[in-house]
């Protein structure tokens, strides 16, 4: 069960569910708080449960914000995409109500264990050191105005969907024809021959004259203007200054490492092998060979002709095992042997422990500075807030950012001109000290005359800045540049020479020489390469690029890209058919049952909106669209 929860994490449902938790918590289960009590305006029904027009407003503003993020800060939507996005929000918001009442139907629980293991295994509450910090899960708990105790309800729910989507999801299976049409397309070979022309390698062009440099100055602008400057000073308040200030009594660390006594310590894991078959003989026939020393593949060949399956089941605790009988089976016997057949409501499994991880624990000693370091921590992140208050008000009573500094022991950090990549006017990179990329941007995103306000960054990091002067972009004077003007034009000679090479060679080609020939008569060394496919993954393969001009074109041709560093022509010299990669076929084949899955998915939750009678409001996708007042 626990494996089968954890296994369901992976699911897009599931991580789409937790984002959505982490946007706005708001919006899940919360219906009184969202509604006030009062008689908001509903948009559409599913089954009893309403979606107001502020819960699928709230959605539709957080699929925009998502989509400009992806596009870019200038992404302005028309009014038939902003439809667009308003009536795909709404219909996931009914999806998932939809989705509440079959877990509710079918009674799904999801156990305590597998709700720790979440949240432990959660990348959104690891620290520095890539391991669980309950200070950023009281960080995360504190931003979105929760108790741990309503988290954990929301996070259980999250994991009840996604068992019941998992249910659906694995029985896709991936047709063979697909398969191997598919298998055909990704493995084909490819042998090319390459030349690689490179700028460096082009005569040096002749002496410019200026009034050949002027005109290059004038009509690449951008290469020779200055980036916007700033001058800004900042505040710091981290959560580390706060920290070396906290003391942990003998006693309290004891006491959390009691507490927390599972957090250093992994239980016994095993790798284990099962086959399922339906039939008890023919079950007992291959534990018997397997035990004698048949190998996986023989064992694996005579599950499959018996309508069976062979497989690695991972490496497991004995609560990720997802079958009680099967854990107690695999648990009992040593390494490298293989158990009677076992019971089960899917057939009768024959199981071998491959290998045995034992379980560890690491004492006291072993982890009292780490445990004392986080406790130091966790009280700071307490403790900053208070700090924060009153800096807060020393800023607000009119304080320059140096007292506030001196006043409360902030670190000040001040840079005369700075832009927004964190480098000074020669386009040296300056010694930002621990200044979050938040302050940063903040700088540039600050108006003048603005007043210094204290703003909390990821990681526990509190800052103000005070912008000082703003220097804007501007074409440096030619005198100024003339250097880096004449570099600029050699290399757009050398570059235009090259072009011109590696035109004469295709056009060689297209004449009838091959490509190597076309390239020794003109002084250049070829390189064939190996057999490569079209993901370029072989050692000697080309680049991306080039691989997919090559797999357009015919036995023979040539074609020609530019890299960052010259131009490289190729030409196909033959072409492989795929092999026979029996490990390949299978792993393709469970990359399309994973498509096929999500399909799968898409169609059952389709299929619960159906059941649940979903009703919308025929002016909802307006409305929450801000098109109709």
Do not use: C
């Not at 009840?160 to 249910?167: D, K, L, N, Y």
């Not at 009509?219 to 916007?228: I, R, V, Y």
């Not at 609560?319 to 057939?347: K, T, Y």
């Amino acid at each position: 069960m626990l494996a089968a929860i954890r296994n369901s994490l992976n699911s897009w449902i599931v991580k789409a569910l937790f984002l959505l938790l982490i946007a706005s918590f708001a919006v899940w289960g919360i219906g009184d708080f969202v509604s006030g009590g009062g008689r908001e305006r509903m948009v559409a029904q599913v089954g009893d449960a309403k979606i107001s027009l502020t819960e699928a407003t709230e959605a539709y503003q957080r699929e925009l914000a998502q989509l400009r993020r992806s596009l870019g800060g200038q992404f302005e939507p028309t009014g038939p995409i902003r439809q667009a996005i308003a009536d795909a929000a709404l219909r996931r918001l009914t999806a998932l109500r939809a989705l509440d009442l079959e877990v509710e139907r079918l009674g799904v629980v999801v156990p305590d264990g597998a709700l720790r293991e979440a949240v432990f295994a959660s990348e959104l509450f690891r620290g520095a050191d890539g391991r669980f910090s309950r200070i950023q899960l009281q960080a995360f708990l504190r931003n979105q105005g929760l108790t741990e105790q309503r988290f954990l309800e929301l996070l259980r729910g999250d994991l009840a969907r996604g068992q019941v989507v998992g249910s659906v999801r694995v029985g896709a299976l991936a047709p063979n024809a697909l398969v191997a049409a598919l298998f055909a397309h990704r493995n084909e070979r490819r042998v090319a021959d390459l030349v690689e022309l490179p700028f460096v390698a082009a005569p040096p062009p002749p002496e410019p004259s200026e009034e050949q440099l002027r005109r290059h100055y004038e009509n690449n602008p951008d290469l020779f203007t200055a980036p916007e400057y700033r001058a800004v000073t900042f505040v710091l308040l981290t959560l580390e200054d706060v920290a070396r200030e906290v003391e942990i009594p003998e006693a309290a660390l004891r006491a959390a490492y009691e507490e927390r006594r599972a957090e250093f310590s992994t239980p016994e894991r095993r790798v284990i092998t099962q086959v399922v078959l339906r039939e008890e003989e023919r079950a007992r026939v291959i534990a018997e060979a397997w035990a004698a020393g048949a190998p996986l593949a023989n064992i694996v060949a005579e599950a499959e002709a018996a309508g069976g399956s062979a497989g690695v089941l991972g490496r497991l605790s004995r609560e990720e095992v997802p079958l009680p009988a099967l854990a107690a089976a695999a648990f009992a016997l040593p390494a490298r042997q293989v158990s009677e057949p076992i019971r089960s409501p899917f057939g009768w499994h024959v199981v071998r422990v491959e290998e045995i991880e034992p379980a560890t624990e690491r004492t006291f000693n072993e982890v009292r500075e780490e445990l004392s370091a986080q406790l130091a921590r966790e009280r700071a992140a307490d403790l900053i807030y208070g700090r924060a208050n009153r800096v807060e008000d020393s800023l607000a009573a009119g304080m320059t950012l140096e007292q506030v500094a001196r006043a409360h022991g902030l670190r000040l950090l001040s840079f005369p001109a700075i832009d927004s990549n964190g480098r000074g006017p020669e386009g040296e990179p300056l010694d930002l000290d621990g200044l979050p990329e938040e302050a940063l941007q903040g700088a540039f995103d600050a108006g003048p005359g603005a007043m210094p306000r204290l703003t909390e960054a990821r990681n526990g990091v509190f800052y103000a800045l005070r912008l000082d002067g703003v220097t804007p972009p501007a074409l440096r004077p030619f005198e100024a540049v003339v250097a880096e003007v004449r570099a600029s034009w050699e290399r757009e000679q050398r570059r235009r020479a090259m072009e011109e090479e590696a035109a004469a060679l295709l056009a060689a080609v297209r004449d009838g020489l091959a490509l190597d020939e076309a390239a020794r008569r003109r002084g250049w060394t070829p390189r064939r390469t190996p057999p490569f496919r079209r993901d370029g993954s072989e050692v000697g393969a080309p680049t991306p690029q080039m691989s997919q001009a090559l797999f357009a074109l015919a036995r023979g041709e040539a074609t020609m890209i530019e890299t960052a560093t010259g131009f490289l022509v190729g030409a196909v010299v033959a072409i492989e058919a795929a092999g026979d990669d029996r490990a390949g076929r299978e792993h393709l084949a469970r990359e399309v049952a994973g498509a096929i899955a999500d399909d799968l998915e898409t169609q059952f939750l389709e299929a619960l909106r159906m059941r649940a009678g979903v009703r919308i409001d025929a002016r909802a996708v307006r409305l929450i669209a801000g098109d109709t007042p």
